[in-house]
Each structure stands twice: as C-alpha cells, then as structure tokens.
C-alpha cells in the first residue's frame, strides 16, 4: 500500500484505468466527488490528478474536467517530443557519495547558480571583524582562547537563547567551529561505536556522514514536511530498538522545512527522557522564520539536561565564520574536553568581532531584512515550479528555513538528473543525499536563498526541461 493518500488515490485510478474499468474518453470524477468519496482533501486529489496527467494517463480539458487520454497518448509518447539543446559535456553516472564531494567542491552554498547577491548584514561585518583585527594584542597572538570560547560571545548567545525560550547561562555553553562541529562533539560525548541514532528521514546529509564516520547506526524515522517526526513513529522505534541518541531538528528541519508542533516536542522528551535518551537538536535554521515569532527550541522544555543544542550562524549570517556553538546540558564536562582535543580553541578575533556584532544589534538587524527577503523568496519560487517544473508533483510550504523539497515523478532519478544539470552549468541536491538508505531518488532540495534573478530563472527553465526529456 503507498505511503500517502495521494499516491493511494493515484493508484486505483491507474488501475482502474489500466483494468479498462474507465475507457479512453471517459470523464473521470469531478474534484469535489472524488473528496467526498475517498474522504481527502481537494490538494490530495489534485496531486493525485496531476501526476497522472504527467505520467500521460488522462488529460484535462478547461471547463470540462478530467478524462481518461486515448491509449497513444502515454507516458512514452511523450518522451518522444522534441529533443532539447544536448549538454556541452558527455554526463556521466554519479553515486549519491560522489555527489555529495562534487557538491562540496562548488562551495555547497548554493542551488541553480552561484550567487553574487551582498547582504546588508556583511558591511557591519566586516567593520566589526577588522576593528577586532586592528585590537588585537601582541599577548593574544601567543596564547590560545579558553576552550569553551570568549566569554563575551557566549554571554550575547546566552541572552540570544533566550528568544527561543532557552535559558542558558555563559558557562553552559561551547564555542566550536560550526555547527557541524558542534553534532560531531555531540555525538562522540553520548555515543559509542555500533550505538543506534535515530535520525529524520529525509535528513540532513551531514548527519549521516558524521553518522558513518564514528561507525554508528542510523535509524531512520519517517519524517513529514509539516511536522517533522511523529512521536508515534519514535515510540515505535523505542520499543523495538536500543537507540542511544535521537538527533532532530525540530525547527525548520533540512531538507523539508518541517517545523515541529509544541505538543510533540513535548512528548518526544516523554519518550526519551525515561530511557535516558541523549537527544541532539539541531537549531541551525531556528532564526530564518518567516512569521512573527521564533519557534520554541525542543531544549527548552527539557529540565534534565538530556538535550544537546547545536547551531552555528552559517543560515543566519554567514557560512565562511565557521562559528557555532553547542549547549551540551549533563554532557558539558565531556563535551569541553572533546572541544579541546578535536580543535583545541577558537580564533579569539574572530569571537571578538562577531561579539561586537551582536552586542550593537547588527545581527537582529540583518535577520528582520533576510528574512523578509527569503519568505518573498520562497513564495516566487513557488509560483515558479508550476510553471517551470510542472512535472513537480508535490512541493512542501514550509514557515521557514532556506530550501523547499520537491517530489517528481517516480521515473526521474535526481542523481543523474544532476549529472545532466551540472554539464549545463546547474546544479541541484538530489533527494538521495538525505539518506542512507536507497530512497527519495526522485526528490530535490530546492533553495530559495537567493533571489529570482533573470538568469536564475532561466536556469530553472532549462531544469524543467531536462526532466522532461530525462524521465519524467
Ligand atoms: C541542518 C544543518 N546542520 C548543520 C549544518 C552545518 O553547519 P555549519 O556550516 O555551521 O557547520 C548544515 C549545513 O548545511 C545544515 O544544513
């Protein structure tokens, strides 16, 4: 049976076609009946219906509703129309790994085309970062920082914390490089080799890595783009596995923007808590909300010390900082200790510099403008993949975050989809990279990051058109 409504939907009315149950030219069920007599919404049966169509099955005509389409007109058929300007380079097969360096390699940043777009954020930046170069002491070029960081960066991240309803004090918390240093210090404080870690699935690449590296186990929890992983889902998984850490993002999740519910934050901890569960949050998008307020951290229900909060400014401000920071709760003790053997301090200038930053309020400064500009931003591109990707079958609408995750038909395998892309100059994260196992080969993370650009657009045009002739 499919996993969603809509793909159950799709499935009868495929097979009820392919049966000869409804002939070709046979109208099919208006909208309105097929939601009353299957109990769905309208959005259900118009993706339902809309994937159909791509996939040549039935057709829609204005005014008059859906029908089923005469048997030549298939899937195949349309395969055969005009074949598009062939890619400047032969394309060749990539694994999802490969994908992953390659991805890297362009600086990871961003999707389509690299950008040159200046925040308003980076020339307070920038003066505050050379200010603490021009300060800095000779004695302070001889020694190291303290490892936990400068203790005026992490009194303006305690009081920052404070808006996602955590209290923290300065000296509960970790400066690390990034947030990605910041899970991996998480991890090795709570984990052993061969430990189970339940993760989302689809999850952010880089916990799977980080994962494989310290040779634990992923279990992958299923994981909507509205509310990210379902306690249920969770409970279920604890009664079968001995899972050691849970590592979630409960706001604004990567790749499905998800935000996760109040209630099942709450209930998660009554899961976990009992079991003695190290779960490590990973706040990361936490900041880029679209609405008014931020969404409560997952950390900031927990009175037990049992939650690892990550986060860096990578999504926030700037991915070339390469600061972070982790409030490690019960785990603190090995957590410094780990800090100093896997990176022993940080650049006390840098700390300084972005400590000036947020002490002049230059950081809530740049957020109101970003994320004013990535809710504007997320809302064209939604209004661009109809029209460019009419192929993309469901799209999440998430309330925050940077990216949308969008699902094409089950025919299209994004990974050589990107193979096709890049020897066109475009590039785009094939949904196989969030996770380990073999799935998602027919989504895509799209970012809306940066603004619609002519040539932005053009390069989502020639997309569209690349999966049409590739699978779709
Ligand atoms: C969900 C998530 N966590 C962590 C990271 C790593 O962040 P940083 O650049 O701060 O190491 C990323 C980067 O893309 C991410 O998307």
């Keep these: 049976m499919p996993e969603y409504l809509y793909q159950q939907l799709e499935q009868t009315l495929r097979d009820e076609i392919k049966s000869g149950q409804r002939a070709p030219a046979d109208r099919l069920p208006s909208v309105r009946q097929l939601c009353a007599e299957h109990e769905v919404s309208k959005s259900t049966v118009l993706v339902a219906y809309g994937r ?24 195949k058929n349309i395969l055969q129309s005009p074949a598009p300007s062939q890619p400047t380079s032969a394309p060749a097969e990539v694994s999802a790994g490969q994908v992953l360096v390659d991805i890297m390699e362009q600086g990871a940043a961003f999707d389509l085309l690299p950008s040159t777009e200046v925040s ?25 920082d303290e490892p936990m960081g400068l203790s005026s960066l992490r009194t303006q991240l305690a009081q920052r914390l404070g808006q996602s309803g955590s209290q923290i004090d300065k000296n509960e918390l970790v400066i690390t490089s990034g947030c990605q240093h910041a899970l991996l210090l998480a991890l090795m404080a709570t984990t052993q080799p061969g430990d189970v870690v339940a993760v989302e699935s689809p999850g952010y690449y880089g916990v799977f890595q980080l994962l494989e590296t310290l040779g634990l186990q992923a279990l992958e929890l299923p994981s909507s783009a509205e ?12 009664q079968h596995w001995n899972v050691q850490a ?62 690892l909060l990550c986060s860096s400014f990578s999504k926030s401000l700037s991915r070339d900082l390469r ?90 395998d994004t990974v050589s989809l990107y193979a096709k892309a890049r020897a066109l100059g475009i590039t785009i994260t094939p949904g196989r990279l969030f996770t380990a196992q073999d799935r998602y080969q027919n989504f895509l993370r799209m970012s809306f990051a940066h603004p619609w650009t002519t040539k932005r657009k053009e390069a989502l045009k020639k997309l569209g058109k690349l999966v049409l002739t590739n699978g779709a």
């Excluded at 159909?52 to 899937?75: D, N």
């Excluded at 308003?120 to 190291?144: F, T």
């Excluded at 300084?352 to 109101?368: A, M, N, P």
Aim: aromatic share 6%; net charge neutral.
């Design 52 to 75: 159909l169509e791509s996939e040549g099955l039935i057709e829609a005509r204005p005014r008059s509703g859906y029908f089923v389409s005469a048997p030549q007109k298939t899937k």
């Design 120 to 144: 308003p954020g980076n020339e307070a930046l920038r003066r505050c970062l050379s200010r603490a170069q021009r300060q800095q002491s000779s004695a302070e070029q001889l020694y190291y």
């Design 227 to 238: 509310s990210g992983i379902s306690p249920d889902a969770l409970e279920l998984a604890l």
């Design 246 to 307: 849970l590592m979630i993002s409960p706001c604004y999740a990567t790749p499905t923007g998800a935000c996760m519910p109040e209630a099942n934050k709450r209930r998660i901890l009554e899961l976990t808590q009992p079991r003695g569960i190290a779960i490590i949050e990973d706040d990361i998008y936490g900041d880029c909300y679209f609405g008014l307020q931020r969404p409560r951290s997952l950390h900031s229900y927990d009175d037990t010390g049992s939650v």
């Design 323 to 412: 600061v972070g920071w982790i409030a490690p709760g019960r785990y603190l003790e090995q957590v410094k200790r780990l800090k100093v053997v896997t990176a022993l301090a940080s650049s006390r200038t840098l700390q300084q510099g972005i400590s000036r930053f947020l002490e002049e309020g230059s950081l809530d400064r740049h957020l109101r403008h970003m994320r004013q500009q990535h809710r504007d931003q997320c809302q064209e591109l939604q209004t661009l993949i109809p029209k460019y990707l009419p192929m993309a079958t469901r799209c999440s609408q998430p309330e925050g975050g940077v990216a949308l995750w969008l699902e094409l038909p089950d025919s299209v």
